[in-house]
């Protein structure tokens, strides 16, 4: 049998000597690629904040994505790993790809996505449910925006945004807006005087990880009464995987909410 190598998006070389059929997946967004693409009957365990697609609520947990439960998941005995350089913690990470092989993504592009989605596909064996999937998807006909400046706030006390090094930044400038704060790294914070100066037309308050409502709304008007103030669905800017080629319907909703 030919030796089954891969590298990941860190350039880690991973050998897989079988087609993995427990599967833990460490990251929401990838835990529902793999359910979207190859069923969930193969994922063993998943993190409390892999809440999609339904079918996987009865998968057990094993932590948070960042404080795994590194005893329990050797009890899972799982044969492959997904996790992410951003959203998982390094050191727990190293510890795991001791016993098993780890694959480590890294997106901050919608290419990125692809190419994480195209290797799980060679991993699993299973390729052509992904080109099937990539051949169908819609992003292609997203209606886009006309370069107007806008400001996503993720937190609030304090208030913090998105840099432009980041995959929901890169949505954003995908279709056709431009993230004020594009200049910045990571998830710098902002002062009321630093939002002011910012001067955006519109400001998108992220359902996550900071529950933004309506109540937000008002504050923030009294800082930006010019701007167009709007709660947005964090999932569908944030989640990578197989979510981002199924956004269309809601880009295009919120491209004719702000009135276009």
Same mark, same amino acid.
């Given at each position: ?17 079988? +087609? ?27 993190? %409390? ?9 009865? %998968? ?12 329990? +998941? ?10 992410? /350089? ?65 400001? $996503?706030?993720?937190? /609030? ?29 990571? $998830? ?51 989640? $990578? ?18 009135? $276009?």
């Amino acid at each position: 049998m030919a030796e089954r190598i891969f590298v990941d998006q860190l350039g880690r070389e991973l050998h897989i000597p079988i +087609i993995p059929k427990r599967i833990l997946s460490t990251v929401p967004s990838l835990t529902e690629a793999v359910a979207d693409l190859f069923g969930s009957d193969c994922l063993v365990g998943r993190t %409390k904040f892999c809440i999609h697609p339904k079918e996987i609520y009865s %998968k057990p947990k094993v932590g948070g994505t960042k404080n795994l439960d590194l005893e329990f +998941i050797d009890r899972l005995k799982p044969d492959f790993i997904l996790s992410n /350089k951003e959203e998982n913690d390094k050191n727990e990470i190293e510890t795991l790809s001791e016993k098993y092989p780890v694959y480590i993504s890294d997106i901050k592009t919608i290419s990125d996505t692809v190419d994480c989605l195209k290797d799980l596909g060679k991993i699993l064996n299973n390729s052509s449910e992904v080109v099937n999937f990539l051949h169908s998807n819609r992003w292609k006909n997203i209606k886009h925006f006309d370069h107007e400046k806008v400001l $996503y706030l993720i937190w /609030k006390g304090p208030y913090m945004t998105i840099g432009g090094d980041t995959f929901i930044s890169h949505i954003l400038e995908s279709i056709g807006l431009n993230n004020v704060c594009a200049a910045l790294a990571r $998830y710098p914070e902002l002062t009321r005087e630093d939002i002011v100066q910012l001067n955006p037309r519109f400001v998108f308050l992220s359902s996550e990880p900071f529950p933004f409502r309506e109540k937000h709304i008002a504050e923030l008007s009294r800082i930006l009464p010019q701007a167009k103030i709007v709660l947005v669905d964090g999932e569908m800017f944030s989640w $990578y995987g197989t979510r981002i080629f199924r956004a269309q319907k809601y880009f295009n909703s919120l491209r004719q909410h702000l009135s $276009y």
